[in-house]
């Protein structure tokens, strides 16, 4: 009777374990995913707002689009480079945890768990570059200088919507108040970059 209880009481302790890792691994992915959806907002807000600022001061669209490139590859670098420090930094001070615990208590585990600073610059990088392409790609065919402001807009809404609609879902808050969030913030840094640069271009005349 005793092995048994001592046997179950084992399985329940293993169960809890397997319970706890499964866990852990669930919020490490939801941490993953949320980080890619904001760095695909970053890219989005930050290259559809540049583009804008160029439109309201030049109707070329080449100017437009080169300009939005070198947003998407200046930015996709700042945002792998900041990435890598910072997960580097992390990783330093896992691994002088582990060291003393090693030493204290004889156990290293974990070291599976470490993050990746490469995989992290990589995986920021792609996640921004993703986001910025959208204003690239809507105002890529598009020679009227109002309907490719207007397209650029518009595309960037959109993308707006869905990047916090799965924010929302990953971060299990309101859909709703998180997508109006999500679109007022860009359609501020849009209209305020564009403002600002239709007024410079005008005092500048």
């Known amino acids: 009777m005793a092995l048994g209880d001592a046997k179950l009481s084992l399985e329940g302790v293993e169960g809890q374990a397997a319970d706890v890792g499964a866990q852990e691994d669930?919020?490490?992915?939801?941490?993953?995913?949320?980080?890619?959806?904001l760095g695909a907002n970053d890219g989005l807000v930050s290259t559809a707002s540049l583009m804008m600022g160029i439109g309201a001061v030049k109707d070329d669209p080449k100017a437009m689009i080169i300009s939005g490139f070198a947003g998407l590859v200046a930015g996709a670098c700042s945002m792998a480079i900041g990435e890598f420090v910072s997960v580097y930094a992390q990783l330093d001070i896992e691994v002088a945890q582990m060291k003393r615990e090693l030493r204290t208590k004889g156990d290293g585990a974990g070291a599976d768990r470490l993050p990746s600073p490469v995989q992290a610059a990589a995986a920021s990088a792609l996640a921004?570059?993703?986001?910025?392409?959208?204003?690239l790609l809507a105002a890529g065919f598009i020679s009227n200088y109002k309907v490719r402001l207007g397209v650029v807009a518009t595309a960037a809404s959109a993308a707006l919507v869905a990047f916090g609609f799965v924010g929302a879902v990953l971060g299990r808050a309101p859909v709703g108040r998180s997508c109006l969030r999500v679109v007022l913030g860009g359609w501020a840094a849009m209209a305020v970059t564009f403002g600002l640069m239709r007024l410079f271009s005008v005092s500048a005349l």
């Open 128 to 135: 921004f570059s993703l986001g910025a392409v959208v204003p």
């Open 26 to 37: 669930h919020t490490q992915r939801a941490q993953w995913l949320r980080a890619a959806v």
